[in-house]
């Protein structure tokens, strides 16, 4: 059981790190598990597939894009300033594949390139570990920056045809329409973990405030949130091993263009999808897929079908 809690930090903050959704990934900071003076190296990968709404799949579309895949890797590099605080640098490679649609014609569009860094520090005000239990709540707040290319957003229409410039919201929102808003904006939330013996639970929420940004585009403030039961299932000096079921979900209203409303840009999406969380020495890791439960939006054009999450982060100091 000696294990047991020590490998609690390490699947903590792994488990709630928001890897990689759009939105999400401003709370990607070290929440949990510090250890006063330690660096943590982080690379978290999010997948998310996009399908055409069955309502809407013979329509035509006259102008505009319709997400098809978003991808986001995160590099994170995390310092322990204390026992309860700590402060991570985040930076997203975006890499985005879409439909641009002239005239009713469409084709096949990708986009790659560096999104909007976010710099944040976590507080872990309650933090009670033992052999046989284990209670911690934290906050966490940041500043997202400017970083991530903004030009695609100066062809968008305060009013499009098509529905979902927003991927997911990833938790993002999301930069379906682009790879960065060209806005400061400003993550909060606050996180808890309660264990018994082998059995623990998750949960997290995280509310971004979000500013105007290039070509007057402002994406609206999102909330994102997440929580779910787990076990360990292997115990052994050397290694980890706990299964999670996760529920999440993610809500935004509509963003605004030239002060006018962006028609399909608001979203309410929820999830569930197992998770498998793992610890090898210094060296943790996540590997979860996320599924809709959401009904169809008949307003939207595309919504979002499924989510790989997969994350590693190594601690040294």
């Known amino acids: 059981m000696r294990i047991l809690a020590a490998a609690l930090p390490c699947l903590f903050a792994t488990s709630v790190a928001w890897?990689?959704?759009?939105?999400?990934?401003?709370?990607?900071?070290?929440?949990?598990?510090?250890?006063?003076?330690?660096?943590?190296?982080?690379?978290?990968?999010?997948?998310?597939?996009?399908?055409?709404?069955?309502?809407?799949?013979?329509e035509s579309i006259q102008d505009g894009e319709a997400a098809r895949e978003y991808s986001t890797t995160m590099l994170s590099l995390g310092y322990d300033l204390a026992d309860s605080a700590g402060v991570q640098l985040s930076l997203p490679i975006i890499a985005r594949r879409f439909d641009e649609y002239t005239t009713y014609r469409a084709s096949s569009e990708s986009e790659t390139g560096i999104g909007d860094a976010t710099l944040a520090a976590s507080y872990t005000p309650i933090s009670k570990k033992s052999v046989d239990e284990a209670w911690i709540v934290g906050v966490f707040g940041g500043v997202k920056f400017p970083t991530g290319d903004s030009g695609s957003l100066e062809e968008a229409e305060p009013q499009p045809t098509i529905?979902?410039?927003?991927?997911?919201?990833?938790?993002?929102?999301?930069?379906?329409?682009?790879?960065?808003?060209?806005?400061?904006?400003?993550p909060l939330g606050m996180f808890a973990l309660t264990r018994l013996n082998r059995a623990f639970v998750l949960a997290n929420v995280q509310y971004t405030i979000r500013t105007q940004g290039d070509f007057d585009y402002e994406f609206a403030d999102d909330l994102v949130w997440s929580a779910g039961p787990g076990a360990y299932v292997l115990l052994h000096d050397d290694y980890t091993v706990a299964l999670r079921a996760v529920l999440g979900g993610e809500a935004k209203g509509r963003d605004q263009h030239n002060g006018a409303l962006v028609d399909g840009s608001a979203i309410t999406e929820t999830y569930l999808g197992p998770e498998v969380i793992f610890t090898v020495g210094p060296l943790s890791g996540e590997l979860g897929v996320d599924f809709r439960v959401t009904d169809e939006d008949g307003d939207a054009l595309v919504v979002p079908d499924f989510r790989v999450r997969a994350g590693l982060s190594y601690r040294f100091g």
């Open 19 to 58: 890897a990689c959704d759009p939105c999400a990934l401003y709370s990607a900071t070290r929440i949990s598990g510090h250890t006063e003076g330690n660096f943590t190296l982080s690379v978290n990968e999010q997948y998310t597939n996009f399908d055409r709404v069955s309502a809407r799949e013979n």
């Open 163 to 186: 529905a979902r410039h927003h991927p997911v919201g990833g938790g993002s929102s999301g930069r379906a329409l682009s790879l960065g808003s060209g806005s400061f904006d400003f």
